[in-house]
């Protein structure tokens, strides 16, 4: 859940000045920018494909620390974008990030589904979503008012470098020293008793 929030923060921190870095300081029309951020979502769908088949490969555990040790670092292609054969920094960086966070939110919504006993589930998930969003909201404002007063491509700075490093927050936590995430907290059979 922390790291879900601390990336959260980060990725909507440079996405609220995004749009205005794109036609502001890169010069791209309304169309390259729309194409631009599509590559992320591309990315997503991709990453949600894959994300079982990683599981299945390299356990679950696993597939979220490599994957995020590869896509993170990709936000510093995001400020290095500038004009014609620059904005692939863009497409690429956003294409990448969107894999691994599509991953990641497959495997951890699978981890929390089965790991949690159903007449926890729905406190467990609301606790996460709430402080999930209330990240996104943050970040949002917090990448405004950097984008304000220091710049668009100093924000973007600001917020990739830290999200470069966020897979080592997973990495250095029980998840990364096992292959597999645990189960389930509770055999089956008492899952399903009322307490």
């Not at 996104?136 to 304000?148: D, R």
């Not at 924000?155 to 250095?172: D, G, S």
């Amino acid at each position: 859940m922390i790291y879900g929030a601390t990336l959260n923060l980060l990725l909507m921190g440079y996405q609220a000045v995004q749009v205005v870095f794109l036609v502001r300081t890169v010069g791209v029309g309304a169309g390259v920018v729309g194409l631009l951020v599509m590559c992320a979502s591309l990315g997503g769908v991709l990453g949600a494909l894959l994300a079982t088949r990683l599981c299945r490969r390299w356990g679950d555990a696993r597939a979220l620390v490599l994957t995020q040790a590869v896509a993170c670092p990709f936000a510093l292609l995001l400020p290095l974008t500038g004009p014609g054969p620059r904005l692939l920094s863009f497409a690429v960086g956003a294409f990448v990030l969107g894999v691994g966070v599509a991953v990641g939110n497959v495997v951890v919504g699978t981890f929390r589904q089965t790991y949690c006993p159903p007449a926890l589930l729905g406190r467990v998930s609301s606790a996460s979503m709430a402080t999930n969003q209330g990240t996104i909201a943050i970040g949002s404002a917090l990448g405004g008012v950097l984008g304000s007063s220091i710049g668009l491509r100093p924000t973007l700075w600001v917020l990739t470098a830290p999200l470069a490093l966020t897979w080592l927050m997973v990495a250095f936590s029980p998840v990364g020293r096992t292959r597999e995430l645990p189960r389930a907290a509770v055999p089956a059979a008492e899952a399903g008793s009322p307490r």
